[in-house]
């Protein structure tokens, strides 16, 4: 398989505050990547698909100006939490999709989370 | 409206039993169900299915889909207390960036 690093994997904030989460495909390049958002006991929510050297596509009801990603290489995504409240406290999980000439085509490695507080 | 459903949304099993997890989905446009093991964090990828009829194994765990009556099921044989976590089922639904909608989730518990 491959490996996604996501960090920080637990971050505590000030309410108003802005939270950068990163995520980095370590063994591969990842033209497409996912941010994920789950609550207790729930499954993971898309929030939005990060396409490097274009804009991120949001899904409905998902604020692009609060949840700002950045796709600035093939390796690396950024999800910016800005003016965090404590609403937006959940776990967020990004995941890297495996390139179409892979073996394990087109398959999402997921990142290992970030647990965000907002106070 | 796209779903995915799995079922039981949760198990308490004794190690060495035989369990069986299930997944019935509705796309508009199929393309692949993927099978996820999430412990205390990432979900970590187990299987991906795109055809049906043909089981994918690995060790103690394998998976087959079946497109017409579009469900997966995922068997665990001889489980173990390392086995215990949540297992999600996952659909690509044929979106351009290979998208997935998830189920909710089975978690599973094994006793020693």
């Known amino acids: 398989g491959a490996v996604v690093s996501q960090h920080p994997s637990w971050v505590i904030c000030k309410s108003g505050t802005s939270v950068k989460i990163e995520c980095r495909s370590l063994?591969?390049?990842?033209?497409?990547m996912f941010w994920y958002r789950q609550f207790p006991k729930q499954s993971l929510m898309l929030m939005a698909t990060?396409?490097?050297?274009?804009?991120?596509?949001?899904e409905q009801g998902v604020e692009k100006d609060k949840f700002l990603i950045n796709h600035a290489s093939l390796t690396l995504s950024t999800l910016t939490v800005t003016s965090a409240h404590p609403e937006d406290s959940s776990f967020y999980i990004c995941?890297?999709?495996?390139?179409?000439?892979?073996?394990?085509?087109?398959?999402?490695?997921f990142g290992a989370g970030t647990r965000l507080s907002v106070l | 409206e796209d779903k995915v459903v799995q079922s039981p949304l949760s198990l308490v099993v004794h190690e060495g039993d035989t369990v069986t997890l299930n997944c019935s989905y509705e796309?508009?446009?199929?393309?692949?169900l993927l099978w996820y093991k999430q412990e205390k964090k990432a979900p970590t990828f187990l299987f991906m299915l795109?055809?049906?009829?043909i089981e994918k194994k690995s060790g103690r765990l394998s998976s087959i889909l079946d497109k017409k009556e579009l469900f997966s099921i995922l068997n665990i044989t001889a489980t173990q207390t390392g086995d215990s976590a949540v297992y999600l089922c996952?659909?690509?639904?044929?979106?351009?960036?290979?998208?997935?909608?998830f189920g909710k989730g089975t978690k599973l518990s094994v006793k020693p």
């Open positions: 995941s890297a999709r495996s390139s179409p000439n892979r073996v394990d085509k087109n398959i999402q490695y």
């Open positions: 063994d591969f390049q990842a033209t497409t």
């Open positions: 990060s396409n490097e050297g274009s804009k991120a596509t949001y």
């Open positions: 796309v508009t446009n199929f393309r692949s």
């Open positions: 795109t055809s049906s009829g």
């Open positions: 996952a659909v690509d639904y044929g979106g351009s960036q290979g998208n997935l909608i």
